[in-house]
């Protein structure tokens, strides 16, 4: 079994951005094997590039993908069509929150009711889901998060609301936490 942490964008050194690093080390400590690196295309976070990458880094039905931000559009699109043991999404979103980059990115459903997310294959695909949202995310509304939650269906044991965490760009002990519940 293995940990991928799908990094949000903007990210040119994943093991320096954000809690990536930290959960890596913490994770290799706890004897798990984690594979964080810079993901190719990391401004944009093209689907067509991040969805490939993911599959050329060996995820699979034994694999615990951790997807921050773009990475957890990332992870949900991947779970649509891949087997894996787990997905953990951190501050995802349900829109491109009218912003043309993340439009862009292929992620997000469209106004013409294309790319809706398919939240059925996904739930068939992956059994154990987890999400972690902040109140005060500055980026993304908790709406937000709610409609993912949603969509999926999880429950108050799979949802995970901590306030005062903005977009999560600290460490969290509450994530690895939940890795070491899976393994």
């Given at each position: 079994?293995?940990?991928?942490?799908?990094?949000?964008?903007?990210?040119?050194?994943?093991?320096?951005s954000n809690?990536?690093?930290?959960?890596?080390?913490d994770l290799?400590?706890?004897?798990?094997?984690?594979?964080?690196?810079?993901?190719?295309?990391?401004?944009?976070?093209?689907?067509?590039?991040?969805?490939?990458?993911?599959?050329?880094?060996?995820?699979?039905?034994?694999?615990?993908?951790?997807?921050?931000?773009s990475g957890?559009?990332?992870?949900?699109?991947?779970?649509?069509?891949?087997?894996?043991?787990?997905?953990?999404?951190?501050?995802?979103?349900?829109?491109?929150?009218?912003?043309?980059?993340?439009?862009?990115?292929?992620?997000?459903?469209?106004?013409?009711?294309?790319?809706?997310?398919?939240?059925?294959?996904?739930?068939?695909?992956?059994?154990?889901?987890?999400?972690?949202?902040?109140?005060?995310?500055?980026?993304?509304?908790?709406?937000?998060?709610?409609?993912?939650?949603?969509?999926?269906?999880?429950?108050?044991?799979?949802?995970?609301?901590?306030?005062?965490?903005?977009?999560?760009?600290?460490?969290?002990?509450?994530?690895?936490?939940?890795?070491?519940?899976?393994?």
């Amino acid at each position: 079994m293995k940990v991928i942490i799908a990094p949000g964008n903007g990210c040119t050194n994943i093991l320096r951005s954000n809690w990536y690093g930290q959960l890596h080390s913490d994770l290799k400590a706890s004897g798990i094997t984690s594979i964080c690196e810079t993901f190719p295309d990391p401004f944009e976070a093209k689907r067509s590039i991040w969805i490939p990458h993911i599959e050329s880094l060996g995820a699979n039905e034994e694999t615990i993908l951790v997807g921050h931000s773009s990475g957890a559009q990332a992870a949900l699109r991947y779970a649509e069509s891949h087997k894996l043991k787990a997905v953990i999404l951190v501050a995802a979103t349900y829109t491109d929150l009218g912003d043309a980059g993340e439009r862009a990115s292929g992620y997000y459903p469209d106004a013409d009711g294309k790319n809706e997310y398919k939240f059925s294959e996904m739930r068939a695909n992956c059994g154990i889901w987890h999400q972690f949202h902040s109140d005060d995310d500055p980026f993304i509304p908790l709406a937000e998060a709610e409609q993912i939650r949603h969509g999926l269906g999880l429950n108050d044991d799979e949802y995970h609301m901590l306030p005062g965490r903005s977009h999560f760009f600290e460490p969290f002990s509450e994530l690895l936490e939940t890795i070491k519940s899976i393994t």
